[in-house]
Nanobody
Framework: VQLQASGGGLVQAGGSLRISCAATLRPFDSYAMGWFRQAPGKEREFVAGISWDGRLTFYTDSVKGRFTISRDNAKNTVDLRMDSLKPEDTAVYHC??????????????????????WGQGTQVTVSS
């Protein structure tokens, strides 16, 4: 398993949650990373992305100001901190990795076809 997501759970609306993705991919800093989510009956949608060095971050409009993506290349992890959660944030959250991408294009990060590896997902449920 190259990517292992964890940290999901049940939280009330307005609450916070941090999910994490541990990678066995090496060297980890040669991978751009992203978080996507998929609700029942819906397509997988982009949530956030982060460049190989952590300097560039990208967010879909619906989570801007509420979610924060970060990475620790020494620990080979990428986290998603989620604040002010809403019921519509309920979904299975997947982390993904793009091999050898050192650019900074939102369009690139948000395109599922660019990703070479996916984690199995972690469930986030926000109750109203």
């Amino acid at each position: 398993v190259q990517l292992q997501a964890s940290g999901g759970g049940l939280v009330q609306a307005g609450g916070s949650l941090r999910i994490s993705c541990a990678a066995t991919l090496r060297p980890f800093d040669s991978y751009a990373m992203g978080w996507f989510r998929q609700a029942p009956g819906k397509e997988r949608e982009f949530v956030a992305g982060i460049s190989w060095d952590g300097r560039l971050t990208f967010y879909t409009d619906s989570v801007k100001g509420r979610f924060t993506i970060s990475r620790d290349n020494a620990k080979n992890t990428v986290d998603l901190r989620m604040d002010s959660l809403k019921p519509e944030d309920t979904a299975v959250y997947h982390c993904g990795a793009i091999a050898g991408y050192f650019g900074g294009s939102y369009g690139y990060f948000s395109d599922t076809s660019r990703y070479n590896y996916w984690g199995q997902g972690t469930q986030v449920t926000v109750s109203s």
